[in-house]
């Protein structure tokens, strides 16, 4: 079954460091998705990508960070410079448009930043 | 805005049967999901069901939907110490495309 890979899996940084979280989604997929998990919180969307442009964004995703697709496999979060509070586990999501029932997200397995 | 919201943490014994329970505020739903997330794993669906739709069995998994209630749950029968997660209730609104999240369910089952 076609996955959502997500690299590395932890990330340990200093605050005021900018790390780069990387995504490989599904091919064929249309969609992309950045989604966080502060410990201890819900699930919470970052932002979506279409056609090489955000479509949507939440408040947390402010100028600090961005988002790329640089190529035709990868996609990238980039955090400019860490704070404290961006210590989380961030997931990527990608998904088909309208092809099937469920809209069809799949989510990869996550990297945990931990910002020091 | 939405909101999503489930109870924190659910006990049962293996053979027993599961229901975690979630509250949305959104009535423009269209669809409406079931995650589980191991430790250290990732989301991953479960189930979903339609707005239009009250009920949907997938093997052990039944979900309710009671759309007045603004009421969703999902029942696993002869629940496993596999079973053992965190169950995420989530939804999409009509107008948009991004899943809105409650808080988790944790469920433990003892053998």
């Known amino acids: 079954e076609p996955e959502v890979t997500q690299t590395p899996s932890h990330q340990v940084t200093q605050m005021g460091q900018e790390v780069i979280l990387r995504c490989v989604p599904i091919s064929n997929h249309l969609y992309f998705y950045w989604y966080r998990q502060i410990l201890g919180q819900k699930v919470e969307f970052l932002v979506s990508f279409y056609n090489n442009e955000i479509s949507e964004k939440s408040e947390i995703f402010d100028d600090q960070f961005s988002v790329e697709r640089p190529d035709g496999s990868n996609f990238t979060l980039k955090i400019r410079s860490t704070k404290l509070e961006d210590s989380a586990m961030y997931f990527c999501?990608?998904?088909?448009?309208?092809?099937?029932?469920?809209?069809?997200?799949?989510f990869g397995s996550g990297t945990r930043l931990t910002v020091v | 805005g939405e909101d999503v919201e489930q109870s924190l943490f659910l006990s049962v014994r293996e053979g027993d049967s599961s229901v975690i329970n979630c509250t949305y505020t959104?009535?423009?739903?269209?669809?409406l999901y079931w995650y589980k997330q191991e430790p250290g794993a990732g989301l991953q669906l479960l189930t979903y069901?339609?707005?239009?739709?009250d009920m949907k069995q997938d093997q052990r998994l039944t979900v309710l939907l009671n759309k007045k209630d603004k009421h969703l749950s999902l029942r696993i029968a002869d629940t496993q110490t596999g079973d053992s997660a965190i169950y995420f209730c989530a939804e999409i609104p009509n107008a948009g495309n991004m899943l809105t999240f409650g808080g988790g369910t944790r469920l433990m089952v003892k053998p």
């Open positions: 999501a990608s998904r088909q448009w309208g092809t099937s029932t469920n809209y069809g997200y799949t």
């Open positions: 959104d009535s423009s739903s269209t669809y």
């Open positions: 069901i339609f707005s239009n739709m």
